[in-house]
C-alpha cells in the first residue's frame, strides 16, 4: 500500500466565492473528495479520505486511554466538512472554516504539506509557524 505524503508550500489566492485551487502535486491525492476541519494553529487540516479515517481512529483511540476528551472528539468532529473536489482542481473553504484560520475572500494562502496532511494557513500566520518551527530545528528554542 502506497501512502500518501504532503510536503512542501506553495502560494494561492482564495477566490471571491472562497475557492481553492489545490496545487497541482498535491490534487492528485484526491480522488473526488476531501476532508476540512480546524488545525494547530488556526491553520485548516485538509485530509483525504484514507487520512481522515487514520486520524479518527487515532483519536477515538485516544479519547478511550483518556488521552483526549469527549469534547475533543465532538469538537473536531462537528467542524469538520466534507468537500467535493471540482473538475477544475478546486475545494470550498466554508466560512465557519475561514473565520477560524483567518482567511478573507480574494486573500493570498499558504497551502503546505505537513505529512499525513495537507495545511490551509493565513499567509501572515504560516510566516510566524515557519519561524518557530525552523528555530526549534535549528535547536534555537533551548
Not at 84 to 98: P, Y
Request: aromatic content about 8%; overall charge negative; glycine content about 8%.
Amino acid at each position: 500500500m502506497t501512502r500518501t505524503r504532503f510536503t512542501g508550500r506553495h502560494e494561492r489566492t482564495l477566490d471571491p466565492k472562497g475557492r481553492l485551487a489545490l496545487p497541482a502535486d498535491y490534487r492528485r491525492q484526491f480522488e473526488s473528495q476531501c476532508f476540512l476541519t480546524f488545525g494547530q494553529n488556526r491553520c485548516i487540516e485538509v485530509f483525504t479520505p484514507e487520512g481522515f479515517d487514520a486520524m479518527a481512529d487515532d483519536l477515538l483511540e485516544k479519547e478511550r486511554r483518556g488521552e483526549k476528551t469527549r469534547a475533543d472528539v465532538r469538537a473536531l468532529s462537528h467542524n469538520t466538512f466534507t468537500v467535493n473536489v471540482d473538475a477544475q482542481g478546486r475545494i470550498n473553504v466554508d466560512k465557519e472554516l475561514r473565520d477560524f484560520a483567518q482567511i478573507e475572500l480574494s486573500s493570498k494562502v499558504v497551502v503546505a504539506g505537513a505529512i499525513d496532511r495537507m495545511e490551509i494557513w493565513n499567509a501572515a500566520a504560516h510566516e510566524a509557524a515557519q519561524a518557530r518551527g525552523v528555530a526549534g530545528l535549528a535547536g534555537d528554542d533551548d
